[in-house]
Nanobody, 122 residues
Framework: QVQLVESGGGLVQAGGSLRLSCAAS????????RAWFRQASGKEREFVAA????????DYAASVKGRCTITRDNSKNTVYLQMNSLKPEDTVVYYC???????????????WGQGTQVTVSS
């Protein structure tokens, strides 16, 4: 059974940084696309960043491009999201997801984590 567990969320001041982690288990994920999404209360979940299953190609939402970096460590089945220059509007729940498929398509991720809260104080 596939499980994704996020960690690294918390409270940070505006302008600060956080690194989120998502550990996957249940199978080998070396060829799987990995991604981060986020969702504010009462709003739809939105795409943040994705990394391909091979050659580590990446894709970012315009709202985070230049401030966030997605990386993966296949030896640990873990994907990371380094977030810098955080803003109060980045205060949402972040979810990781994975699928076997094209990393540039954002609407068909199959497996999801439970989410981790990020709060940015002004």
């Amino acid at each position: 059974q596939v499980q994704l567990v996020e960690s690294g969320g918390g409270l940070v001041q505006a302008g600060g940084s956080l690194r989120l982690s998502c550990a996957a288990s249940g199978r080998t994920f070396a060829g799987y696309a990995r991604a981060w999404f986020r969702q504010a209360s009462g709003k739809e979940r939105e795409f943040v960043a994705a990394i391909s299953g091979s050659v580590n190609r990446t894709d970012y939402a315009a709202s985070v491009k230049g401030r966030c970096t997605i990386t993966r460590d296949n030896s640990k089945n873990t994907v990371y999201l380094q977030m810098n220059s955080l803003k109060p509007e980045d205060t949402v729940v972040y979810y990781c997801a994975t699928k076997y498929g094209n990393f540039w398509r954002h609407d068909d991720y199959r497996y999801w984590g439970q989410g981790t809260q990020v709060t940015v104080s002004s």
